[in-house]
């Protein structure tokens, strides 16, 4: 488990393909690595991989099979790209941001960036599947960082956050740019309730669905805006 704080920025030193298999080497800042042992978690940019080699000091090796490339930013790293890491987190840790897995659920998109007086404001798009869960005030982890959804507007299918001074320090969101992708790990607790939500919603209107997304599609509407679910042929489909 991480806390979505980000503890430094590493660069990929290094990239060995195999079939079915790209290890990354990192460097990291110093001291990040004290007591980084094989076999040990690191969250780099979201996603939680195993240590597999330390070649030399404030450097590891980490093997990432073909799935999690193709679902991750972590397929179009390069040597010489940087990225935010964290430790796993210690029992008895302070959780200082909220509780993140390193299992990224789906690769989310920069819209736009604003820059008010000492603040940094990005823009996201999501998928459709996974805005249900985006709710302002809410918490969401990008690239790895927690953060706390400021807007979010589900017709269009963004939200918006607010990065102060110090998050872009720490971080590698100083040198993103429009059009970049991102890692997305929506919060679990969030995920629980909204499922469970529209799994009694299914179970009690199940008959009524398809008049009521008949008249909501007359409205220029649709049942995941509602937030209702979605008929089980219709997800099929999609």
């Known amino acids: 488990m991480f806390t979505g704080i980000v503890q430094g ?13 790209r290890s990354f080497e990192l460097a990291f800042p110093p001291g990040f690595d004290a007591g980084l042992e094989i076999g040990a978690s690191v969250a780099c940019d979201g996603v939680c991989l195993t240590v597999t080699e ?13 799935q999690s490339l193709s679902l991750t930013t972590l397929g179009t790293l390069a040597v010489g790209s940087r990225l935010n890491v964290e430790r796993a987190a210690k029992d008895g840790a302070e959780i200082g941001g909220h509780p993140i897995s390193g299992h990224v659920d789906c690769q989310a998109r920069l819209l736009a960036i604003r820059r008010p007086e000492n ?9 459709e599947s996974h805005m249900r869960y985006v709710f302002a005030k809410g918490y969401i982890a990008i690239n790895g960082a927690s953060l706390t959804v400021a807007e979010a507007d589900r017709r269009e299918r963004w939200f918006e956050v607010w990065l102060i001074p110090e998050t872009l320090r720490m971080t590698t969101f100083a040198d993103k740019r ?14 629980v309730v909204v499922d469970t939500v529209r799994d009694a919603l299914e179970a009690r209107l199940g008959p009524l669905l ?9 409205r220029g509407g649709t049942l995941a805006e509602l937030g209702a679910p979605v008929p089980a042929q219709d997800r099929l489909q999609r």
């Open 210 to 218: 398809p008049a009521l997304e008949a008249l909501l599609a007359e």
């Open 9 to 21: 920025v590493a660069q990929v030193a290094a990239i060995t393909d195999r079939p079915g298999l």
């Open 178 to 191: 429009e059009g970049d992708a991102l890692n997305i790990e929506i919060e679990r607790a969030t995920q």
């Open 54 to 66: 330390r070649p030399a000091p404030d450097r590891a090796r980490f093997d990432v099979m073909q």
């Open 119 to 127: 603040n940094v404001v990005l823009r996201i798009g999501v998928p």
